[in-house]
């Protein structure tokens, strides 16, 4: 926070991904003014942002970026296009919106001396509210206000209704948006999972003003703590640790780095901080040096870092005839009984895991409406199991998720 608010230049490969998706889900909602957009025009809108992105970069808080890779731009363009093909956006809305409230939660200008809290909501509208006038304050409205979120992220599912970011935006989208409406929609768009996670909240009902009352309370201490924080050169004391995963200013952090150097360990503690730099560090290394090695491999003392041929087994496609075939080998089945029974045989050798029950339910119901009855089917076959499983975990809102393994990019 204290990088950020300093303007330390930041690493922001972690979000190109996601980033690019943005902009892609931006193009389309802002193409979308008075009806859904067809697949054909969706090409279309999703290709222009990817050129943009490539050719000219971003501005992002005032500050130019530098242009995407086209394997980025077009990573986050499938990302919308698959959400896309199941769902649907919103028509009539704004993109990208950036509003404001002062100390006193009274609505300012985004770009206002005076402005406490801010965010910037990626999609605002009406439930059948089209154009400019849901904006300017004109016009018959709704009783209903959007407010949606996209996340690229897997974990960003129903509980992410109740995040500290999904408060802010809430009681910030209503303080400037919400007079001339009677409810509101946090809505969560998964675009990975493409599922959309609603939260409706009616301020004028007891039960629902008593919770964004306590938002307010939370978004208020919040502050105070991370103002406390401050030293009188307003910085913020580091903790190197499983909140490194990720970190834009990871390179530029010398507590981190320097958690990074120590030699001697004096106690587990100390042994443990410094492991969970060392995987945000190998992290971030990583992504930099998969591309940096493609063509060619980096030759260090000893060896060299970059990619080496493999070789690894994979079944020829169409051999289900042929399986079955050496399975019975010459014995001739007299009846279906006896075919049945074969056949169970055959499954249970093969020992069917629960990624290969998924993919024949992927088969069985090929409707992408038909999702609950795949899953429901799945889990009916599976039990769970206990076990354990060492590494750094990071600590969310979710629960835990290790940052051992993590994706090449860590999207918004």
Not at 155 to 181: D, M
Not at 328 to 346: F, H, P, Q, W
């Amino acid at each position: 926070m204290s990088y950020f608010e300093q303007g330390v230049p930041q690493d922001s490969s972690f979000f190109q991904v996601g980033i690019a998706a943005h902009a892609c889900m931006q193009a389309v909602v802002q193409a979308q003014r008075d009806t859904t957009l067809s697949p054909e025009e969706v090409e279309e809108e999703t290709r222009k942002a990817v050129y943009s992105l490539v050719h000219d970069g971003r501005w992002f808080e005032g500050r130019p970026e530098p242009p995407m890779t086209s394997e980025t731009a077009w990573a986050g363009a499938e990302i919308i296009r698959s959400y896309l093909r199941k769902e649907s956006l919103p028509v009539g809305c704004k993109a990208e919106v950036g509003l404001a409230v002062d100390r006193q939660w009274q609505p300012v200008a985004y770009s206002d001396r005076r402005a406490w809290l801010k965010c910037v909501i990626d999609i605002v509208g009406g439930s059948r509210q089209s154009g400019e006038e849901w904006l300017m304050g004109d016009g018959e409205f709704t009783s209903s206000l959007l407010l949606a979120d996209g996340k690229t992220s897997m974990l960003a599912q129903e509980q992410e209704r109740f995040s500290l970011q999904r408060k802010i935006q809430g009681l910030v989208g209503w303080a400037n948006l919400g007079g001339s409406y009677q409810s509101m929609t946090l809505r969560v768009l998964n675009l990975r999972l493409c599922r959309p996670y609603d939260l409706e909240i009616t301020p004028g009902d007891p039960e629902d003003a008593a919770m964004l009352a306590r938002w307010r309370l939370d978004i208020e201490g919040e502050i105070r703590m991370r103002e406390a924080q401050k030293r009188p050169d307003g910085s913020r004391p580091a903790t190197p640790g499983a909140g490194c995963y990720g970190c834009p200013f990871l390179g530029r952090c010398e507590p981190a780095q320097e958690a990074l150097k120590r030699g001697k360990l004096t106690d587990t503690h100390e042994a443990a901080q410094r492991l969970a730099v060392i995987e945000a560090e190998r992290s971030r290394l990583s992504g930099v040096l998969r591309k940096a090695s493609a063509m060619a491999p980096i030759n260090v003392s000893g060896g060299f870092v970059g990619y080496r041929e493999t070789i690894e087994l994979k079944p020829k496609p169409a051999i289900a005839g042929v399986v079955w075939t050496d399975w019975i080998g010459r014995r001739a089945c007299s009846t279906v009984d006896e075919a049945i029974a074969m056949a169970r045989a055959l499954i249970q050798a093969s020992k069917l895991t629960a990624s290969n029950l998924k993919a024949l339910a992927s088969v069985r119901w090929l409707d992408r409406k038909d999702e609950d009855k795949r899953t429901a089917w799945v889990r009916s076959l599976c039990m769970e199991e206990g076990g354990s499983e060492f590494g750094v975990w990071r600590t969310t809102e979710d629960g835990e998720e290790t940052i051992n393994d993590g994706p090449e990019t860590t999207e918004i």
